[in-house]
């Protein structure tokens, strides 16, 4: 079975920084496509960046310039450094990576649990 566990969530003034993990475990035979999604009370969840395996990566226009997607594929994790952080930045963050469980069988989605993230003004 798979297992997307986020870290690194928690409360932070405006303008500062939070790192946040995902590590994928269990039953993992290659991964493909991995992303960072946020959600408000209400509201759909949003994209916030996504990185190819080769390493390739995109970002909501929100977060572009403060926000950094990277991974690291010997360890099946992937980060989201975060900076200059605001108010409405706040929501849940959840990890979420497109992979094969084993080797013969198609990709699926799977989905962290989410971490918190608050912003204070």
């Known amino acids: 079975q798979v297992q997307l566990v986020e870290s690194g969530g928690g409360l932070v003034d405006a303008g500062g920084s939070l790192r946040l993990s995902c590590a994928a475990s269990?039953?993992?035979?290659?991964?493909?496509?991995m992303g960072w999604y946020r959600q408000v009370p209400g509201k759909q969840r949003e994209l916030v960046a996504g990185?190819?395996?080769?390493?390739?990566?995109n970002y909501a226009d929100s977060v572009k310039e403060r926000f950094t997607i990277s991974r690291d594929n010997a360890k099946n994790t992937v980060y989201l450094q975060m900076h200059s952080l605001k108010p409405e930045d706040t929501a849940i963050y959840y990890c979420?990576?497109?992979?094969?469980?084993?080797?013969?069988?198609?990709?699926?989605?799977?989905w962290g649990q989410g971490t918190q993230v608050t912003v204070s003004s």
């Open positions: 269990g039953r993992v035979f290659k991964i493909n496509a």
């Open positions: 979420n990576a497109n992979l094969y469980p084993t080797a013969g069988w198609g990709p699926s989605i799977y």
């Open positions: 990185i190819t395996s080769g390493g390739i990566t």
